[in-house]
């Protein structure tokens, strides 16, 4: 569990000339000013914000090509479908899946995961089996799974983490038994932006014969994801997060596991016939997709990933590297600071708490000066649990963020400091 693999451009040296304000003149929100302050905006693990092309896709859908998918004989019909189904290619060739029958359109990360656990879960699983998790779950990694162990009398076992927010060396094999049927991770955790060895764990989930699945909603912003060379059996993510649209997001699934996994939700799209006497269901991936699906927002993911593709994943995990670290040493010349996570290999997060401040006061003050933040649990209340605190503050990257918007947050620090003397 040591070496990261998954990080593909770390062996790889910096990237001088990657500057990201000339991207960042492609997000008009970010433009803006803010109680009076030019917006410094560290909110992006919560979403990102949207560049112009993918504004331009969506409205341009809308106004030029909006209609209903695979249904129709019109020409609208077949543009709106030849869209669709392109942004499907463009998410094919992101995340390196074989083909785009793996590639399954959901509302999002959320959904994916309830996805895999009602349709492979309770196809899959018997009373008594065991699905591993840790500590540093999403509660959208942790409650999907939940509701399924007390659908099937599952065992739900779970990864210690350590004072530094990294999964415990060497607990995880120990927790594999002959009923271990899936292990299902964060990628890179949105609390405390650890970067979870995946790759190495899912080669041992394989030598358990259990599956993988793999929640990518806080890595695939930051670094060129293979699910390929991850060998992982799903890998879910958000196109919010993604710097594309909301209520959009992403299943992939191994084609052969999702052939002979069930439907989920039932409606148009997903049957080939319907009886009263029984119904058969359409091939893949759209035996997954019932009903209309948000067709604007997987054209404007698809808008995104090409956006992406020109900035380049490999310069964005190194500028993301080297942004966190100039962050991390700058936050921690703060007296009262505390980094919460503080792993060695981690992604876009910066989460910290400070001696004698509430987290939700630190982020009201630092909004009075244009910086927007995350306070609160970041919906992963067992990773506050297991750091004897209530919150976090928490700085979120993104590859159009600068030193000079960390040292405004730090400028902004000073002032909570002032407050709470
Ligand atoms: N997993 C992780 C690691 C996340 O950060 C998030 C969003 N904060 C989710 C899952 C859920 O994503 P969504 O709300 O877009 O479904």
Redesign the pocket.
């Known amino acids: 569990m040591s070496a990261l693999t998954s990080l593909r451009a770390a062996a790889k040296p910096a990237v001088a000339d990657f500057d990201p304000l000339h991207w960042r003149r492609d997000f008009p929100i970010l433009g803006q000013k803010v109680h009076g302050k030019p917006l410094i905006y560290l909110d992006n693990?919560?979403?990102a914000q949207k560049p112009q092309s993918v504004i331009d896709a969506v409205a341009q859908f809308y106004s030029q090509s909006n209609s209903n998918v695979h249904r129709g004989v019109h020409a609208l019909s077949e543009r709106a479908t030849a869209q669709y189904e392109a942004a499907r290619a463009k998410v094919r060739d992101f995340l390196h899946a074989a083909s785009t029958c793996e590639i399954v359109f959901t509302?999002?990360?959320?959904?994916?995961?309830n996805l895999i656990a009602q349709s492979y879960g309770r196809s899959h699983l018997r009373a008594g089996d065991e699905i591993i998790l840790s500590h540093l779950?999403?509660?959208?990694?942790i409650v999907p799974w939940q509701l399924l162990a007390e659908q099937l009398h599952l065992d739900i076992k779970v990864i210690p983490i350590t004072d530094t927010g990294e999964l415990l060396p060497g607990a995880y094999e120990h927790l594999f038994s002959p009923r271990t049927r899936l292990v299902a991770l964060?990628?890179?955790?949105?609390?405390l932006g650890t970067l979870n060895p995946v790759r190495e764990m899912t080669a041992i989930a394989h030598r358990h014969h259990a599956l993988v699945v793999l929640?990518?909603?806080?890595?695939v912003p930051h670094l060129p994801v293979d699910v390929q060379e991850l060998d992982c059996d799903f890998y879910?993510?958000?196109?919010?997060?993604l710097f594309g649209p909301?209520g959009i997001?992403v299943l992939y699934g191994r084609e052969a596991l999702l052939a002979e996994m069930p439907p989920w939700q039932g409606g148009g799209d997903m049957i080939r016939t319907v009886r009263f006497s029984g119904s058969t269901w359409n091939e893949l991936p759209y035996k997954f997709e019932a009903g209309t699906p948000h067709i604007a927002g997987a054209i404007g993911l698809g808008a995104a990933i090409e956006y992406l593709n020109a900035v380049g994943m490999d310069n964005i995990a190194h500028y993301d590297r080297e942004l966190l670290g100039y962050g991390a040493r700058e936050l921690q010349r703060i007296q009262g600071l505390k980094l919460i996570g503080t792993a060695p290999h981690k992604a876009g997060v910066l989460s910290f708490v400070m001696q004698g401040v509430h987290p939700h006061d630190i982020g009201t003050i630092v909004d009075q000066e244009g910086v927007a933040i995350r306070t609160g649990h970041?919906?992963?209340m067992p990773v506050m649990e297991r750091f004897g605190i209530p919150a976090t503050a928490r700085a979120s990257l993104a590859f159009y963020n600068t030193r000079a918007d960390l040292d405004a947050l730090v400028a902004a620090l000073g002032k909570v400091r002032e407050v709470f003397r």
Do not use: I, M, P, Y
Not at 137 to 141: I, L, T, V, W
Not at 186 to 191: L, T
């Open positions: 693990a919560a979403t509302r999002g990360t959320t959904e994916s995961l779950e999403h509660h959208s990694n964060a990628h890179v955790s949105n609390a929640d990518g909603a806080q890595a879910a993510f958000s196109g919010h997060k909301t997001g970041h919906c992963a």
